[in-house]
């Protein structure tokens, strides 16, 4: 048995662990390489950055915990951003563990002394997937009587002036795509088309490809694409934070995968000629 | 008669819904509006009949000792206290998020962490170019993914840029196409059910 047959029958757990290993390092001794902006993420930072401050930002968190590795520096860094300029900030979301993702998201921001109900709000899950963004978008109302907290929206100040989706100055999904109910697709189709309202949809890496021909047809006032995307925005305030610090880590573990591509290959191609003539 | 009235409400609502996006008529607007309004409930209730559905499924398995019956009480145990602590004390109690955030936060975490682990071994035995199209499609694959980290462009400068062509141009063109053909279906599919040839969505089988 040669090294590349060794090779192609290697225990998984092996794989696993040089994973691992190569996820861990950078974690704990990051390596620090510099980093460009793409404009995508620079198009929504200046969007932003030229709202007037007060302006009303309305942020569905249409994603679980599960993808919070990859989403949460995403909705921090945009969070900072809203905060920082002194909007008002209005939490939402179309899948049930939504609301819960925003709490822990905005909690950070309490403790630095935003107050809720003043900087921001959290209107908690809307049900009814497409036809109920639609009616959201109509009378939000209609379809959200009480905030997080269960108090009821027309005694919270920061919805005295709030009645419909174009009454926000910008909207943004944080979003995982398929599995919640609110999809990017969803919210293309029935908030920036039918409303031309400003819209940005701030997606995990595997989604951006699909949601990138909205962004080329000016559908969509900005997209921000993956883990990359969140550490770009960091670097745009000034602020590195966790998505810098897991970028070298995304960087490790595109390279080994690439390197397990290349053995992978290379030992199957150094077997061809044996698997024809059936010697294995 | 059930089928038949059930037909004549999705016909309705259909031409309705559709026409509620092109017409701007208040006689056709409002109570289309209203029918829109009743989403989000009709919605509440179908997450009401699935947690049902499934606490009856799991009961069978305890009951039945059936296969990895143990987990079924788990599931039991977990979802009732979520239900009856969340409805007696609301999501925003303290313990209900503590709970979220050190069990289904943690446990969702790392089940999306072994998925990359899956990929590192995927990667290794599966991912071969055995052909043209795949030896295409890996290369291809691999220089996006570089492109997506910093690594990329310390390993050569052009990464990027290749990256973006091919992210922005050919996966754009693709993505654009695979769009109009879906939305096209889809409307085929909603012209179908408007006019009463799809009614598979009855339950009759046909």
């Known amino acids: 048995m040669n090294f590349w047959t060794k090779m192609q029958g290697v225990d998984a757990r092996i794989i696993y662990i040089l994973m691992m290993v190569a996820i861990a390092i950078p974690l704990v001794k990051p390596i620090g390489l510099p980093m460009r902006i793409m404009p995508t993420t620079l198009q929504v930072f200046e969007f932003i950055e030229k709202l007037p401050s007060g302006s009303k930002v309305y942020i569905s968190f249409d994603y679980g915990p599960g993808q919070g590795p990859e989403l949460n520096p995403m909705s921090t860094a945009v969070l900072n951003h809203l905060f920082k300029k002194g909007l008002k900030v209005y939490a939402m979301a179309s899948i049930t563990e939504g609301p819960m993702v925003a709490q822990s998201m905005l909690a950070p921001f309490e403790q630095q002394g935003k107050v809720y109900g003043k900087d921001f709000v959290n209107l908690g899950f809307f049900a009814g997937g497409e036809a109920g963004l639609a009616a959201l978008c109509q009378d939000i109302r209609k379809v959200i009587a009480r905030d997080f907290k269960g108090t009821p929206l027309d005694q919270l100040e920061m919805m005295k002036d709030i009645n419909k989706i174009t009454d926000f100055a910008l909207g943004v999904t944080v979003n ?77 573990a595109h390279v080994v995968i690439i390197a397990f591509i290349i053995l992978g290959n290379i030992a199957y191609f150094s077997l061809r000629p044996k698997r024809r003539s059936g010697g294995i | ?63 039945r000792k059936r296969g990895a019956w143990y987990n079924s009480v788990v599931l039991w145990v977990v979802m009732m206290w979520t239900i009856v602590w969340g409805i007696s004390f609301g999501t925003a109690d303290k313990t209900y998020t503590f709970v979220f955030d050190n069990v289904l936060t943690s446990s969702s975490t790392t089940l999306s962490a072994v998925g990359a682990l899956y990929l590192g071994s995927s990667a290794f035995r599966a991912f071969k ?4 199209n795949a030896a295409v499609l890996l290369a291809s694959g691999a220089v996006v993914m570089l492109a997506q980290v910093p690594i990329g462009e310390a390993i050569y400068g052009g990464i ?13 063109a693709g993505q654009r196409g695979i769009m109009i053909a879906s939305g096209i279906g889809f409307m085929t599919v909603c012209v179908r059910i408007m006019l009463g040839y799809n009614r598979s969505y009855l339950g009759s089988g046909q």
């Open chain 1, 176 to 252: 995982s795509g398929p599995g919640g109910y609110g999809t990017p697709e969803v919210w293309v189709r029935q908030v920036p088309i039918v409303y031309k309202t400003p819209f940005v949809l701030a997606l995990n890496a595997v989604m951006t490809p699909s949601s990138l021909p909205f962004l080329q047809a000016k559908q969509i006032t900005g997209l921000l694409g993956g883990l990359r995307a969140a550490a770009e925005y960091e670097l745009c305030l000034k602020q590195p934070g966790m998505g810098a610090a897991l970028m070298d880590a995304q960087s490790a």
């Open chain 2, 1 to 63: 008669m059930r089928t038949g009235l059930a037909l004549v409400i999705a016909v309705v609502v259909g031409i309705g819904m559709t026409l509620d996006y092109f017409v701007k008529l208040p006689a056709l607007n409002n109570p289309m509006a209203e029918v829109r309004n009743w989403m989000p409930i009709v919605t509440s209730f179908a997450v009401i009949v699935g947690a049902a559905g499934l606490l009856n499924v799991h009961r069978r398995n305890i009951q």
């Open chain 2, 129 to 132: 170019a055995t052909n043209v």
């Open chain 2, 160 to 172: 990027p840029a290749i990256g973006d062509w091919i992210m922005n141009i050919l996966n754009t």
